[in-house]
């Protein structure tokens, strides 16, 4: 199990505790009610809390920054000051300082970092800071990884340490960040001794690239030899790292020097012990927890069958075991998505601006041009749609005065058809209605939407990969009618599987969103967890001014540039 497959997990508890909600409880059960809204709270605060310490220059926030892939946490060689800095997930860069006053919180920018948490900037913390809280767009983080770096240990600054000490009962694990030229120094030794008593401890050695093969294994041995003679439980594990290596493989896909940097086996130890060791108990509890709710609640219709899927999460969640080679499908993964795919249907939001340009312009013609207004009449005006987005920008005034003729003429054919000489009059009647051909809105909206998938076809075929990964997610109408023009299997298969990482994003984020809202830890929520309900449905329909159009088009198609139109691929009538 991966960090994936584990929040799919919870996802299914999740999943379950709804479908509980949706029997209603019967009177005087307050309690049970509590047990169901304290499980959905303990899954949507779920997170593996790592504390990252060491002294104070050993390379710990170029560590987190190589872990991260992002080169974003400000590194330097002042000691900090008593001021803990946690690391979360944010859909954009954000960094908020918490006072430990009650004074409001404030938001500052990351490059202002290092004035709040430095010796230099905040000189024994005279700003009152408790706590720094950044929050950063990294995968890793995104699966509830959760940062926190402590003040270093042994400077100048006696709070530091004590500060690092005091917040150990909130981690599930320690990160000891040393180095190799100065392994495990006393402040670090009582430190490690300290923790390996309440702690799985992991220990990294940093700047393996300043030595030798044969001194690394020197100092790996020396700080083995000294923690696990301690008569404490052993360290995790104990690593060989070159941090800014590490870094500058992730920042340029260089999956040899990555290898080399040593961190790829940090980070898949971090991995399974949060999965294997801390989180599949959670599972495995929370499903036990789930039983006794469901065994506590009065009978109704389906409990039967929710005990049994309970039942069933426990047994396959308490035998969870290590599937290796996982970690090279979820770098691929994040490798898929980007920021841009979070961005709805370009092709949509083109379309959309340049309709709304020709509607701004047109409702100014149509109130003061005598021919614009004589040639709407002739035809019928606008469809029906197009006439509701003309009502929402134009004004009473031009409205009275463009409007006249179309609805004189259409009085003077009504008078025709009501005529005993009129064969027809239901045919006179609706002949009176504007078409898909007629409507110049539904002309332009056509135009624009063949010019924009076109225009997107030929960037997919022409361009690198690096500016396909910077396309936004289309909608599904529009990923169909740019798939008719791609011929190029090996392209088309890159878009289909990003457009497929998009939707599944998306589903992850919208089931962080309900699970997050029955728990009633809205705080919890990120912007991505807000938006996901309009993203969902614009990536499967598209936008409603876009596409509700293309639906209602006539048989007569309007044919613009090579490119068929839209509406006339995917179906519509």
Not at 7 to 36: I, M, P
Not at 89 to 97: L, M, R, S
Not at 296 to 319: I, W, Y
Request: charged share 25%; hydrophobic share 40%.
């Amino acid at each position: 199990m991966d960090l994936r497959e584990y929040e799919r997990a919870k996802f299914e508890v999740a999943e379950l505790l709804q479908r509980v909600v949706t029997h209603k409880l019967t009177d005087g059960s307050r309690s049970l009610h509590d047990r169901l809204q304290d499980l959905f709270a303990r899954l949507a605060e779920d997170r593996f809390n790592l504390v990252v310490a060491g002294r104070f220059n050993p390379g710990k926030s170029s560590l987190m920054n190589a872990i991260l892939g992002l080169d974003r946490l400000p590194t330097g060689i002042v000691p900090l000051t008593s001021v803990i800095t946690t690391v979360s997930y944010g859909t954009a860069e954000k960094v908020t300082i918490k006072y430990r006053q009650r004074r409001l919180d404030s938001e500052i920018s990351l490059r202002q970092l290092a004035e709040y948490v430095t010796q230099d900037g905040n000189p024994g913390n005279i700003r009152g800071i408790a706590t720094a809280n950044v929050e950063l767009p990294a995968d890793i983080l995104r699966r509830g990884f959760y940062f926190i770096d402590t003040p270093g240990l042994g400077s100048v600054i006696a709070e530091n340490t004590a500060t690092t000490n005091a917040f150990l009962p909130e981690s599930d694990a320690l990160l000891l960040v040393t180095s190799f030229d100065s392994p495990l120094t006393d402040d670090e030794f009582i430190f490690a001794r300290a923790a390996l008593g309440d702690l799985p401890v992991f220990v990294m050695l940093n700047k393996q690239d300043l030595v030798t093969p044969v001194k690394r294994d020197q100092a790996v041995a020396f700080v083995r030899r000294h923690l696990e003679g301690l008569g404490v439980q052993r360290p995790v594990g104990i690593f060989s790292v070159s941090a800014r290596d590490a870094l500058a493989a992730k920042l340029s896909n260089d999956s040899e020097l990555l290898a080399a940097s040593g961190l790829p086996p940090l980070e898949d130890e971090l991995v399974r012990f949060l999965v294997e060791k801390k989180r599949t108990v959670f599972l495995s509890r929370m499903c036990i927890r789930v039983e006794e709710l469901l065994g506590d609640l009065p009978t109704f219709d389906g409990s039967g069958a929710l005990r049994q899927r309970a039942q069933a999460l426990t047994k396959k969640f308490s035998g969870i075991t290590d599937v290796e080679g996982r970690r090279q499908e979820d770098a691929a993964a994040a490798g898929h998505f980007n920021s841009a795919q979070l961005r709805s249907c370009e092709i949509c939001a083109t379309v959309e601006r340049r309709s709304w340009d020709f509607l701004a312009r047109f409702q100014y013609d149509l109130a003061t041009d005598r021919n614009c207004q004589i040639d709407f009449a002739t035809r019928s005006g606008f469809c029906c749609y197009h006439t509701a987005e003309y009502k929402d920008i134009a004004s009473p005034f031009g409205t009275c005065s463009g409007y006249p003729p179309l609805l004189e003429r259409m009085a003077k054919l009504l008078q025709i058809a009501a005529l005993p000489s009129c064969g027809d009059p239901q045919m006179a009647v609706a002949a009176l209605l504007p078409d898909h051909g007629s409507c110049l809105m539904c002309a332009v909206r056509d135009e624009a939407e063949a010019r924009a998938v076109a225009d997107v076809s030929e960037r997919l075929r022409t361009g690198d990969a690096v500016r396909r990964k910077q396309m936004s997610a289309l909608c599904l109408p529009h990923l169909v009618a740019v798939t008719n023009l791609v011929d190029d299997r090996e392209i088309l298969r890159a878009l289909l599987q990003q457009q497929a990482a998009t939707l599944e994003r998306t589903a992850e984020d919208m089931r962080r969103f309900a699970l997050k809202q029955s728990a009633a830890r809205r705080e919890l929520q990120t912007k991505e967890d807000q938006t996901a309900p309009q993203r969902a449905l614009t990536l499967v329909a598209g936008r409603r001014n876009v596409n509700f159009a293309a639906g209602h088009a006539s048989d007569s198609p309007l044919t613009v540039s090579a490119a068929p139109r839209v509406g006339e691929r995917i179906g519509h009538d």
